[in-house]
């Protein structure tokens, strides 16, 4: 049975204005990353070729690849994949390569290590492990992977594999990537900055085609995110920090440390966010910057995966921003930075986790408004809504399927597709998006209920970096 007229108009009447001021919030968040796409994608990635011959007439810092994994199942492959670009960069110049870069793994999985260890036994650069001791306990009873990061700055402080220079260190998720002639970028920027924490662009084109179709919808809502990662990182206040491609003077992270110990006896989920925060209050913005190096990832494979990966970066963020809150060097900072900074983070969680509402209500009510507004003009009659309002919404629709197409663009161009399949890949990104955004922004909103509600326990099972593994996973119900 249909509803009634009366009936339709009632709900649209109670609906429309909450789904324009929702809409509208999101359209502002659209519009921050927008600008930094239109006028300043400059400065978003390096282009500039650089070349060995280049970097010998530098004072190159000595940069250090760190990996910290948890071990689990399939990552062994995804972690060789990572370091082999490394040495293919060195195999250009061994000599000097070999003297400026090493590779660190910092693993809970022996077997792991004595992989890695013997894979690259003979290679260019060194390529050392440390096995993280299950009996391991820092001072302040960190867990999970800061547990691991901070191990690995308690044996740099103890002089393990100290380099005799200016060092940095390059933090990799498992599976990430960076080509030689990033690496050869990277290089060229830290040899002429004076910034101590900076990070540059990643994309998401690895084992694109074995990640279901609604995970890589989900992944084009990303690289767009990160033109907005540029303008934090410039700015230097740490609205949100990823771990991946991320570079920090090794002097400054071993005094900082990652004993970022626990909220409410639960472990941190979003080390990277904590860390952030904590070397914003200590040392001020004046050492954040954006190196525009590009680095690989790949997708989840199954959207359960994705959920998970989702609803763990803004439950980690909740956490961190409580934790800061209560932090005497936070209350220390001025007002105006401590509110704009706590408002800015609520605005990007709120409206994150608030696509989920809109997205669903968007489904049910624009096809109603479409008719409605389509009846108006051929029937001359007054429309639904008035004419600037349906401009605006129009503008927020186009900058946001605009934003998929963008953010799938960038993951295509680098995953080994040809043209014609590059561009099949970025229409059905575009036309799952509504879908996917509803999976994607529900993790959200589910990560934020759950907080509300009280729930502060959590885990780290890092998202599958193979197929096998993540099949396990779903089978396992971890």
Not at 101 to 120: D, G, H, P, R, W
């Amino acid at each position: 049975m249909s509803p009634t007229p009366d009936l339709l108009n009632s709900a649209l009447t109670v609906l429309g204005p909450f789904l324009f001021v929702a809409v509208s919030l999101i359209g502002v968040r659209m519009a921050v990353y927008w600008w930094s796409f239109i006028f300043f994608w400059r400065r978003f990635r390096l282009r500039d070729q650089v070349t060995t011959a280049e970097l010998r007439k530098l004072d190159v810092p000595f940069v250090k690849i760190q990996i910290t994994t948890r071990g689990s199942a399939g990552s062994t492959g995804v972690i060789l994949r990572g370091i082999r670009n490394v040495v293919e960069l060195a195999m250009e110049d061994p000599a000097f390569y070999g003297r400026l870069l090493s590779v660190e793994t910092i693993t809970e999985s022996a077997e792991q290590a004595a992989a890695v260890q013997e894979t690259f036994r003979d290679g260019p650069v060194g390529v050392d492990t440390l096995v993280v001791p299950a009996s391991y306990a820092t001072p302040a009873g960190t867990r999970l992977k800061a547990r691991g990061l901070h191990y690995a700055v308690e044996n740099r402080r103890g002089l393990w594999n100290r380099k005799p220079g200016r060092t940095f260190i390059v933090h990799y998720d498992e599976e990430s990537v960076m080509i030689p002639a990033e690496l050869r970028k990277l290089m060229k920027v830290l040899a002429g900055t004076d910034r101590k924490i900076l990070e540059g662009p990643i994309f998401y084109p690895l084992e694109y085609m074995r990640a279901g179709v609604l995970c890589r919808s989900m992944e084009a809502n990303r690289p767009i995110g990160c033109y907005e990662c540029r303008r934090v990182m410039e700015s230097g206040v740490p609205f949100h920090l990823h771990g991946s491609n991320l570079v920090v003077d090794e002097a400054l992270e071993n005094e900082l440390g990652w004993d970022i110990g626990c909220l409410d006896g639960e472990p941190f989920i979003a080390e990277d966010f904590v860390f952030g925060m904590n070397a914003f209050t200590r040392y001020g913005r004046e050492i954040f910057d954006w190196h525009g190096c590009l680095m690989l990832e790949q997708p989840p494979f199954s959207v359960r995966s994705a959920f998970r990966q989702r609803y763990r970066w803004i439950f980690g963020v909740l956490q961190g921003m409580t934790a800061a809150a209560r932090s005497p060097r936070f209350r220390a900072l001025p007002f105006k930075t401590r509110a704009g900074l706590l408002w800015g983070i609520r605005l990007r969680v709120g409206t994150f986790a608030g696509g989920a509402v809109v997205g669903v209500l968007s489904l049910l009510v624009v096809p109603v408004f479409a008719a409605r507004a389509l009846t108006a003009i051929i029937l001359e009659d007054t429309p639904l809504i008035p004419e600037f309002a349906s401009l605006w919404l129009a503008v927020i629709g186009a900058m946001w399927l605009g934003s998929v197409f963008v953010g799938a663009w960038h993951n295509v161009a680098d995953a080994g597709l040809d043209r014609w399949t590059r561009a099949a890949e970025i229409a059905r990104a575009v036309a799952v998006a509504p879908i996917a955004g509803i999976c994607e922004t529900s993790a959200a909103l589910r990560a934020v209920i759950a907080w509300a509600s009280g729930k502060r326990e959590v885990e780290w099972i890092p998202t599958p970096k193979t197929t096998q593994a993540d099949r396990a996973s779903t089978k396992g119900g971890h």
